[in-house]
């Protein structure tokens, strides 16, 4: 009978073995493994829906994650580390020893961590159109993921978007290719990059894979948009959506996550000729594609055939959640499909060496376990400041009329929902899975960004609803709730009684209005805007609110540009023949 190394002699040959290639190690483990083994790397579990902590030993579970709002019960810095470790512990107590991997959707910023730096999303950074700036968000956000022992973010998304009614909007850079391409890369550089002050890596996981953002209206759910189905033939496939992707490969993206849309009436989830024939065979792709949460669900069929049907077609590892189907029902049925030869031992053995490789790669194997030196990194001032000049170069001025910069000796009137209101301002995928409002983490508001920056001889006054006092200048700041994915499918863009009703007040009262728009997407502006003296798209700033203030002030001379289209009826998206403003349009001061 062939004999067993224990995890202790497997590490020990490595390192007795220092030349020895990842490639064998991986051979080597492979190897020792027994099929139940390979069926808990091949599954990911939200920690929150673990029966039992022994389960990670007991079924050698490869992954853990946490999803939006899945944060240990007290937030607190030390706490993720502590939960880390913990879990971790467990893995390296199993028979051979096999680290977990843990992801987290740290999608702008490490957003699940209360205290952390909550950056621009996506839209925010397309409208920098600079890739050092993406580089360096991008940097900051894996060097606080490092910090708490996690080592694989869920980022970037490389949609292109192009319906705005689409509720991930925000999460795509631009709704043209190429740009989404330039940055998609920066920021696959940006995670993946060896960081100074504390060695330990972090892996990105380009998303989702594909035609996410390309869905036709009405086929998504509730008949709308997200996860319906996009109707793009391979060729055009190939000269739109695939270069961005086959960018983030050559830049050595080491997971890419599959999309719950249909290309064609397919699911990705289930697609062969995606999964395996175009993105592993011809794109050259050697990471490991892992599902969303719970995506294989939504294939045809029942959970069993769906398991097949997914594995076969090049699933790796599946977020089983443990919230839709139970993960020990997944693993049963997977270990079921791999006896009865449904699924061949060659594609088990194939998504495995993908996952051990992708977890030696990121220094796993040497280094599971997190201290506690790296947490001054989150929130760090330095981190910070890379906000504040991502926010600064994101906010697109629209129209200017003398209102802006704003000149000396005014008294400026800060109104509106959006004004003092954390929460608004970061957007979804902050602290909770759809955000939320007010002060749910740490950060400046845009008032007090205001406040605290006014040059002397300006006063800043906050008067909600600009029906109170009177100044030279309002600055009315409006816009959407947060909303997270399907949840922010909307059939009408257009802007709240609420909000136009404050623009209303301070007009009334004869002062230069200045609006400020918080938006993860274009909206209907057009039947307004001739009211406002000026208008500028702040878009999803994050927890550096002061950075929209260099602006207004004329600190910051601005230099945001549209990466989407504004038409009329924002509801016609990115390609609507009538445009409000074009692609690339903003104004600067000079």
């Given at each position: 009978?062939?004999?067993?190394?224990?995890?202790?002699?497997?590490?020990?040959?490595?390192?007795?073995?220092?030349?020895?290639s990842?490639?064998?190690?991986?051979?080597?483990i492979?190897?020792?493994?027994?099929?139940?083994?390979?069926?808990?790397?091949?599954?990911?579990?939200?920690?929150?829906?673990?029966?039992?902590?022994?389960?990670?030993?007991?079924?050698?579970?490869?992954?853990?994650?946490?999803?939006?709002?899945?944060?240990?019960?007290?937030?607190?810095?030390?706490?993720?580390?502590?939960?880390?470790?913990?879990?971790?512990?467990?893995?390296?107590a199993?028979?051979?020893?096999?680290?977990?991997?843990y992801?987290?959707?740290?999608?702008?910023?490490?957003?699940?961590?209360?205290?952390?730096?909550?950056?621009?999303?996506?839209?925010?950074?397309?409208?920098?159109?600079?890739?050092?700036?993406?580089?360096?968000?991008?940097?900051?956000?894996?060097?606080?993921?490092?910090?708490?022992?996690?080592?694989?973010t869920?980022?970037?998304?490389?949609?292109?978007?192009?319906?705005?009614?689409?509720?991930?909007?925000?999460?795509?850079?631009?709704?043209?290719?190429?740009?989404?391409?330039?940055?998609?890369?920066?920021?696959?550089?940006?995670?993946?990059?060896?960081?100074?002050?504390?060695?330990?890596?972090?892996i990105?996981?380009?998303?989702?894979?594909?035609?996410?953002?390309?869905?036709?209206?009405?086929?998504?759910?509730?008949?709308?948009?997200?996860?319906?189905?996009?109707?793009?033939?391979?060729?055009?496939?190939?000269?739109?959506?695939?270069?961005?992707?086959?960018a983030?490969?050559?830049?050595?993206?080491?997971?890419?996550?599959?999309?719950?849309?249909?290309?064609?009436?397919?699911?990705?989830?289930?697609?062969?000729?995606?999964?395996?024939d175009?993105?592993?065979?011809?794109m050259?792709?050697?990471?490991?594609?892992?599902?969303?949460?719970?995506?294989?669900?939504?294939?045809?069929?029942d959970?069993?055939?769906?398991?097949?049907?997914?594995?076969?077609?090049?699933?790796?590892?599946?977020?089983?959640?443990?919230?839709?189907?139970?993960?020990?029902?997944?693993?049963?049925?997977?270990?079921?499909?791999?006896?009865?030869?449904?699924?061949?031992?060659?594609?088990?053995?194939?998504?495995?060496?993908?996952?051990?490789?992708v977890?030696?790669?990121?220094?796993?194997?040497e280094?599971?376990?997190?201290?506690?030196?790296?947490?001054?990194?989150?929130g760090?001032?330095?981190?910070?400041?890379?906000?504040?000049?991502?926010?600064?170069?994101?906010?697109?001025?629209?129209?200017?009329?003398?209102?802006?910069?704003?000149?000396?000796?005014?008294?400026?009137?800060?109104?509106?929902?959006?004004?003092?209101?954390l929460?608004?301002?970061?957007?979804?995928?902050?602290?909770?899975?759809?955000?939320?409002?007010?002060?749910?983490?740490?950060?400046?508001?845009?008032?007090?960004?205001?406040?605290?920056?006014?040059?002397?001889?300006?006063?800043?006054?906050?008067?909600?609803?600009?029906?109170?006092?009177?100044?030279?200048?309002?600055?009315?700041?409006?816009?959407?709730?947060?909303?997270?994915?399907?949840?922010?499918?909307?059939?009408?863009l257009?802007?709240?009684?609420?909000?136009?009703?404050?623009?209303?007040?301070?007009?009334?009262?004869?002062?230069?209005?200045?609006?400020?728009?918080?938006?993860?997407?274009?909206?209907?502006?057009?039947?307004?805007?001739?009211?406002?003296?000026?208008?500028?798209?702040?878009?999803?700033p994050g927890?550096?609110?002061?950075?929209?203030?260099?602006?207004?002030?004329?600190?910051?001379?601005?230099?945001?540009?549209?990466?989407?289209?504004?038409?009329?009826?924002?509801?016609?998206?990115?390609?609507?023949e009538?445009?409000?403003?074009?692609?690339?349009?903003?104004?600067?001061y000079?």
């Open positions: 009978m062939k004999k067993i190394l224990s995890s202790l002699t497997i590490l020990a040959l490595f390192s007795c073995q220092p030349d020895i990842i490639d064998q190690k991986v051979d080597d492979i190897k020792q493994m027994t099929i139940a083994e390979k069926v808990g790397q091949m599954t990911q579990i939200d920690h929150r829906f673990l029966d039992d902590h022994a389960d990670i030993k007991d079924y050698a579970i490869g992954s853990l994650l946490s999803g939006g709002g899945s944060h240990p019960e007290e937030n607190t810095h030390k706490a993720w580390v502590d939960l880390y470790n913990g879990y971790q512990e467990k893995a390296l199993s028979r051979l020893g096999i680290p977990l991997i992801g987290i959707d740290a999608v702008h910023g490490h957003n699940n961590v209360k205290g952390a730096t909550i950056f621009p999303h996506n839209i925010g950074l397309g409208a920098t159109g600079n890739p050092e700036i993406v580089r360096s968000v991008s940097e900051a956000t894996a060097s606080e993921v490092a910090a708490t022992g996690i080592n694989w869920f980022a970037p998304c490389i949609a292109t978007p192009q319906d705005y009614r689409w509720g991930r909007t925000y999460e795509g850079f631009s709704s043209d290719p190429k740009l989404v391409l330039e940055l998609g890369v920066a920021a696959v550089e940006g995670y993946q990059s060896s960081i100074k002050k504390n060695p330990r890596k972090v990105a996981c380009a998303k989702h894979f594909i035609g996410d953002g390309n869905t036709t209206f009405g086929t998504g759910l509730n008949n709308l948009v997200d996860r319906g189905n996009t109707k793009l033939t391979k060729e055009t496939l190939k000269e739109t959506l695939i270069p961005a992707y086959q983030a490969v050559d830049a050595g993206v080491e997971t890419v996550m599959a999309s719950y849309n249909s290309w064609n009436g397919v699911k990705c989830h289930g697609s062969k000729e995606l999964l395996t175009i993105l592993k065979d011809e050259g792709f050697e990471g490991f594609v892992i599902s969303d949460w719970a995506g294989i669900d939504e294939i045809p069929g959970y069993k055939s769906d398991i097949v049907t997914s594995v076969n077609a090049g699933m790796d590892m599946v977020m089983v959640s443990g919230e839709a189907e139970p993960y020990k029902k997944f693993m049963a049925l997977l270990t079921e499909a791999i006896e009865e030869e449904l699924i061949p031992m060659s594609r088990i053995d194939d998504a495995v060496s993908r996952i051990l490789k977890k030696f790669r990121a220094g796993l194997f280094n599971p376990l997190m201290d506690y030196d790296y947490l001054t990194e989150i760090s001032d330095e981190n910070r400041e890379i906000g504040r000049d991502a926010v600064r170069q994101s906010v697109v001025l629209l129209k200017n009329e003398s209102a802006l910069p704003i000149s000396k000796a005014a008294r400026v009137i800060v109104a509106g929902r959006g004004a003092d209101n929460g608004m301002q970061c957007g979804g995928w902050t602290i909770e899975w759809q955000g939320g409002q007010g002060d749910i983490t740490e950060g400046t508001t845009l008032l007090e960004g205001l406040i605290e920056n006014a040059p002397e001889g300006i006063e800043v006054v906050s008067d909600p609803l600009a029906n109170s006092v009177k100044g030279d200048i309002a600055i009315v700041v409006i816009g959407e709730d947060p909303y997270t994915e399907f949840f922010g499918d909307r059939d009408s257009n802007i709240d009684e609420e909000d136009l009703q404050v623009i209303e007040n301070a007009k009334a009262q004869g002062m230069k209005v200045v609006v400020l728009l918080i938006s993860g997407r274009p909206m209907n502006i057009a039947p307004h805007i001739q009211n406002w003296d000026a208008f500028a798209a702040i878009w999803l927890s550096e609110g002061a950075g929209v203030s260099d602006v207004l002030f004329g600190n910051f001379n601005p230099t945001g540009r549209l990466s989407f289209p504004w038409p009329v009826k924002a509801e016609e998206g990115a390609k609507s009538s445009l409000l403003y074009n692609l690339g349009a903003g104004l600067s000079e």
